[in-house]
């Protein structure tokens, strides 16, 4: 595996993979790699000639300093995981190559990014846009990989496709999960031992929002007694649980209003200060 630091470089051998008729697959990351982050690798892996991962913290994307100063950063252990799947470039630059000027654009994102995380994290979505469409623009890829724990970036990010028209394969993976079902993420590692007790508890509580589904209760009424059972266990609280369409993000009122994707419930969770995102599919 070679380390790509400089944009020249990883032009060069975007080029030649093109140049020999090569499909390359991009796995984007900001790094602390988890198993979640290797199934997205390993299915770029079978499914493309080049596979690359991009390893950069984007500091366009944080609307709280401290959470970009605290982001986990384990660059060493990250590549033993890359060489380990056999990929092929890791893109690692630092911000100056990234951003070697302010990127002041502004993404007409439109409703699918007014809602949950992005009333929640104002700019944010704006930020990945910016660095995904970076990123689409110099590895030029066949198909890129996200994972459906951010369930909602990656409608933002099929947006961002369709407004700046890359042609490429959007490539959804589900959410990995630790043995007691909580979502892997890089900012578990930020829990402490009494918070990670407690974190499994928000899946837990997202299941059970099946069976209330199952016993008629209206998407508002899942969504309402899920927030509540959620901020009613010890250790954690709702920022949000909205059930919405799993296309336009826009809140349900009727299961039945739902699109082709049907719904998805999403939830934003503060466990000892850590702010966990999950979703289920109804
Ligand atoms: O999901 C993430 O890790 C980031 O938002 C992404 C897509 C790598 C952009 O920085």
């Not at 059930?243 to 826009?250: G, K, N, Y």
């Amino acid at each position: 595996m070679e380390i790509i630091r400089i944009v020249k470089r990883l032009g060069e051998v975007v080029d030649s993979a093109l140049q020999s008729q090569q499909t390359i697959g991009l796995v984007p990351t900001m790094g602390a790699l988890h198993a979640g982050h290797r199934s997205l690798v390993e299915r770029a892996r079978v499914e493309n000639d080049i596979v690359i991962v991009s390893v950069f913290v984007n500091p366009t994307q944080f609307n709280n300093p401290d959470d970009l100063r605290t982001y986990p950063r384990t660059e060493e252990a990250d590549c033993r995981m890359l060489e380990a799947c056999n990929v092929d470039y890791a893109f690692i630059p630092s911000v100056e190559e990234v951003y070697p000027e302010a990127d002041t654009r502004v993404f007409d994102l439109g409703p699918v990014a007014e809602v949950m995380e992005g009333a929640m994290r104002p700019g944010h979505f704006n930020g990945v846009a910016q660095i995904v469409s970076k990123l689409f623009a110099l590895t030029k890829p066949t198909r890129a990989y996200f994972g459906e724990k951010d369930f909602q970036q990656i409608a933002v990010i099929k947006r961002m496709v369709e407004l700046e028209g890359f042609k490429l394969e959007i490539v959804p993976c589900p959410i990995v999960r630790e043995a007691d079902g909580l979502a892997m993420s890089s900012r578990n590692v930020r829990l402490t031992p009494e918070a990670r007790a407690i974190a499994p508890q928000i899946r837990a509580l997202l299941l059970a929002s099946l069976d209330l589904k199952a016993k008629e209760m209206s998407p508002i009424e899942v969504a309402t007694a899920t927030e509540t059972a959620i901020n009613a266990t010890e250790g954690l609280e709702a920022e949000y649980f909205q059930i919405v369409d799993a296309l336009t993000m826009q809140a349900v009122t009727r299961w039945g209003d739902a699109g082709s994707e049907g719904c998805v419930g999403c939830a934003t969770v503060y466990c000892g200060g850590v702010r966990l995102i999950d979703n289920i599919r109804y």
